[in-house]
């Protein structure tokens, strides 16, 4: 039992030695020392910021956009009277059923002692052959005039007020 109590009394001296003595951490003391001294910082002050004004929302009076607008009196409205309207009771052409936009011209042909024909493909990859006096796309389109290079057409669209206007497009020749 001497033996156990001599070898715990010297494990515990060792364990005690280790805390004491201040040696060990003068390096850190010294440069805590001089970073202390060093001559203080000045912290700048924060910068100043612009007072916020408020929106003010002055549309307020207006007509919401959500609103349905107010109708305007159409009888002071100059009217234009105009005898343009489509012919609803001739059959419609294969061309009718695609928009103009839909539709591209793609070359010509000619046959000798008639008129000039135009190639139109449709969205489907159709290809028709149309002259002057036929019809294509969805606003009653008539192809007013056709050459190598573009096809004129007159559409017949609604002018929103009762009545119908020729709008005039052209179909021009896609290179590929």
């Known amino acids: 039992m001497k033996g156990v109590s001599f070898i715990g009394i010297a494990v515990l ?4 030695s ?15 020392a001089e970073v202390k001294g060093r001559p203080k ?7 100043e910021f612009k007072v916020y004004k408020a929106f003010s ?12 607008p107010v109708d305007v009196e159409l009888a002071a409205l100059p009217q234009r009277k105009s005898n343009v309207k489509p012919d609803f009771n001739r059959p419609k052409e294969v ?20 008129s000039l024909y135009a190639l139109v493909k449709d969205p ?16 009653f389109g008539k192809i007013v005039s056709i ?10 669209v609604s002018d929103g007020q009762d009545g119908w206007v020729e709008r005039p497009r052209t179909l021009v020749l896609r290179e590929e």
């Open 13 to 16: 001296g060792m364990l005690l």
């Open 95 to 114: 061309l009718e059923q695609f928009g103009t936009d839909a539709l591209s011209m793609v070359g010509t042909l000619t046959r000798p002692g008639s």
């Open 41 to 47: 910082g000045r912290i700048e002050p924060p910068p």
């Open 147 to 156: 050459t190598p290079n573009k096809i004129d057409v007159i559409e017949i």
């Open 124 to 139: 489907d990859s159709g290809l028709h052959r149309v002259k002057e006096g036929n019809y294509l796309g969805r606003n």
């Open 18 to 32: 280790g805390c004491g003595g201040d040696s060990q951490f003068t390096d850190i003391k010294a440069k805590m």
């Open 57 to 68: 929302y002055s549309a307020a009076a207006l007509r919401s956009p959500f609103e349905q």
